[in-house]
């Protein structure tokens, strides 16, 4: 075991007390909302949720970007979220002068990406979706991104993504864990994707999975794989293939960029690394640091590789980076064991049997 972890994980066990004290708050919240003495808004129109219950990297942001390319030109579509460290406050909609400084940088990734959505944040959702559907003429859809905790606003339809390698079912409150809600729930989704898979998982492993889930006759159980594309230069959108020749270095601030780090142990000569704080707001010093580090490589092939959460806060620097080999690595989810058809129709006839039964 790495050292640093098992000091950690020491450090970590010692604040259980505090766990079990944030576990008895989400409980007794959660009891509260169950028996309704708190309020859940419900909306007469279809809303999809993404999320999770434990902190860290899950892919939220690559499977609200798979239902937007699912959904997008078969519904008139937008994805509202909460705008983590964005510079402004309250209900905000993108438009064409928006930066990720206005909605944060996951909300402007969709925004750049899918430019036919309407792309909202807004900390408040219950406020938040009327003034989206009051903008928006002829909204069809809603996504929720990573609203599945927020229990003041009820989704007609609940994605929860768990991490293979960090089940929630295996996992403890914060800050022991990381379970910012409580195991119970996941009995409110309808799907269940376990993340980050091997590529290679056995059907054995699958079915010990979906065991341990333990999920209600009602949910369905998806497993997917990291999935990369090729690499895009920041600017030029250029692309290129990394090979065994190329040392890069890796600018990342992101929760969890170790699978990241391992593509690159197989697909590269070597690598090094820059790490900074999930969501980190780049500075000029920040872009300095990471042009000498850059220098610092001594090879012949080398470049720099981020991702795109990350890409969206360094384009503010588009005079700088035109000429510097600064490559983005877009990321998907996979779905395995063919299952793939299986989501999207059980997503799609979600959408389409809402709004049969709203027309009645």
Known sequence: MNLNNFFLRSFRILLLPFALLYGLIVNTRNWLYDKNYFKSARFNFPIICVGNIAVGGTGKSPMVEYLL?????????????RGYKRKTIGYVLANENTTALDIGDEPMQFHLKFPDVAVAVGEERIFAIPELLQDVHGLELIILDDAFQHRSVTAGFNILLTEHNNLYTRDFFLPTGDLRDAVSSA???DIIVVTKCPPDLSIDKKQRLIRNIN??????IFFTAIEYGAPYHIITKEEKSITAEDEVLLVCGIANPKPLKEYLLHHAFTYYQTDFADHHIFSIDDLKE??????????????????????????????ELTDLPLFVIPITHKFLFEEGEQF?????SFIRNFKFKSSI
Do not use: G, M, W, Y
């Not at 999920?215 to 369905?220: D, I, M």
């Open 290 to 319: 990471i042009k000498e580090k850059f220098q610092e490589i001594d090879a012949e092939k080398k470049i720099i590789l981020t991702t795109e959460k990350d890409a969206v806060r360094l384009t503010k620097f588009k005079d």
């Open 344 to 348: 999207n129709e059980a997503v799609i």
């Open 69 to 81: 390319s699912l959904l997008h030109q078969q519904f008139k579509t937008a994805t509202l979220s």
């Open 215 to 220: 999920p209600l006759p009602s949910q369905k």
């Open 187 to 189: 009995k409110r989704s």
